[in-house]
């Protein structure tokens, strides 16, 4: 068989065909039994197993393919052995492969999210599956030639290579959720059309971060403490550049940046090993607690100014406005730059739309604020907000310091024939809570996008 036969195979219905290595197997009588259940493994239905059998390590025990075997059907075409040619002419062709599982948003620059019933499987999310906002193509970098130049106001100038950077700095690690200030908003594209990619709720993921503290960067190239002091900034500027030669470019706060309790990071590592291409290698910021756009990847200088970064995406986007501004009437310098999101919850599980057999439903998802502040409750409504009840929240590894997720979950009776109109919303330490709608909220761009999340499934008889 070829690919695309293999593809035309997506569900029970067309019966649920995949590979592995050379081989074809027809899985559908086996979806229903699948332990971790039917919708992930439609997730490889028409495809390869092998990206997804790698995100969980009970698919390499032998027995599991022995269990395949039973379900084989046929083997891949010789040719399909064969790579496609590189298209040279196109800046995005050195780009680099990326799990089949992502949802991609766009494919030039590439954007994509986990889909949600694998985005709570665990707490760390897995590097194959995190979620990716790129702007422009990736670049290629040499790790033996690579340099970061480090500049302060009027002190000295540091050029640092990968090794220095590892060796100089002790390492520091941290726990921290990064979401995309437009992460759900096609539900803001529901109330009135916005200008951006479309995002579900999956471009938000958490990671455990290791690298060198900012902090000790500047203050090694001779930025003191007492220069965090009124309105400086520190302007980070990536290796990713558009047709021009302009650099993706952001700022932070320099007060942030020079904070031990910030724990801003030039990272290196990602849960565990080095940065992977789509994420940043060899080296990224990574701005725990604020929008996902400060945290600038391919990192290539660091500069303490007395402005905030120049840049288009600091100075023309990434900001909200009131729902009555239209793209004739903004005025971009009118407004902040994003830097702390608001408290955001989303249900992964179940899926809009679904049907859910009768007795008792578990429902699952994941809480978040902006600026450390912990989610201490998510309350869930199975009836439209009008009663509720508290879901648990899951284990967390860094309990107080708040800059990662909480994931929860709520057993509750599904009783058969029922529709089920379930709401979530999160509350976080200092007691700020989520909207109740959109259309408050609605800004011409899309972002900030935060109002109680829906999802409405039926219980069979």
């Known amino acids: 068989y070829t690919r695309a036969e293999v593809a035309q195979h997506r569900s029970p219905s067309e019966r649920v065909w995949v590979t592995y290595g050379t081989e074809v197997f027809d899985v559908t009588d086996f979806v229903e039994l699948h332990p971790g259940g039917a919708d992930k493994i439609l997730l490889a239905a028409g495809g390869a ?17 022995e269990l395949l075997r039973d379900y084989k059907v046929g083997e891949l075409s010789p040719e399909e052995a064969a790579p496609p040619p590189a298209d040279t002419g196109d800046p995005f062709a050195g780009d680099p492969p990326r799990h089949p599982a992502l949802r991609v948003n766009s494919l030039k620059p590439f954007n994509a999210e986990p889909p949600p019933e694998l985005l709570t499987q665990s707490f760390l999310t897995p590097n194959e599956l995190f979620f990716t906002r790129n702007h422009l193509p990736v670049p290629a970098v040499e790790p033996g030639s690579y340099r970061l130049r480090v500049q302060g106001p009027g002190g000295r100038a540091l050029s640092l290579s990968l090794a220095e950077l590892r060796q100089r700095f002790p390492k520091h690690e941290v726990t921290a959720t990064l979401q995309c200030a437009g992460n759900r908003r096609s539900e803001m594209s529901r109330v009135r059309p916005v200008k951006g990619l479309a995002w579900d709720i999956g471009a938000i993921s958490t990671a455990r971060w290791g690298g060198a503290r900012l902090r000790d960067v500047l203050l090694a190239a001779g930025v003191g403490d007492s220069a965090g002091d009124g309105e400086w900034h520190v302007c980070f500027e990536g290796l990713d550049a558009d047709a021009s030669g302009t650099p993706y470019g952001a700022s932070i706060p320099l007060r942030r940046a020079l904070s031990a309790e910030a724990e801003v990071l030039l990272a290196y590592e990602m849960n565990g090993r ?188």
């Open 274 to 461: 080095e940065l992977p291409r789509d994420h940043g290698f060899p080296v990224r910021v990574v701005v725990p607690g604020v929008v996902g756009a400060r945290s600038v990847k391919w990192l290539r200088s660091v500069a303490v100014s007395p402005a905030e970064s120049p840049s288009h995406w600091q100075q023309k986007d990434y900001k909200g406005f009131c729902p009555s501004v239209d793209w004739d009437s903004v005025d971009f310098g009118a407004a902040p730059a994003i830097q702390e999101l608001p408290v955001q919850s989303a249900i992964t599980e179940p899926r809009p739309g679904a049907a859910v057999p009768a007795g008792e439903l578990t429902v699952k998802g994941y809480a978040w604020s902006g600026g450390g502040r912990e989610v201490v409750r998510v309350d869930v409504s199975l009836d439209g907000g009008r009663t509720w009840r508290v879901a648990e929240l899951g284990p967390r590894p860094e309990r107080g310091r708040g800059w990662a997720w909480a994931l929860w979950e709520l057993r509750a009776a599904a009783p058969a024939g029922a529709r089920l109109d379930i709401v979530c919303k999160a509350v976080d330490r200092s007691y700020n809570v989520q909207p109740d709608s959109v259309a408050p909220i609605w800004n011409l761009r899309g972002v900030l996008s935060n109002a109680w999340h829906r999802v409405s499934v039926t219980v069979t008889r």
């Open 49 to 65: 197993l092998e990206p997804f059998w790698a995100l969980y390590a009970v698919h390499s025990q032998p027995h599991v393919l």
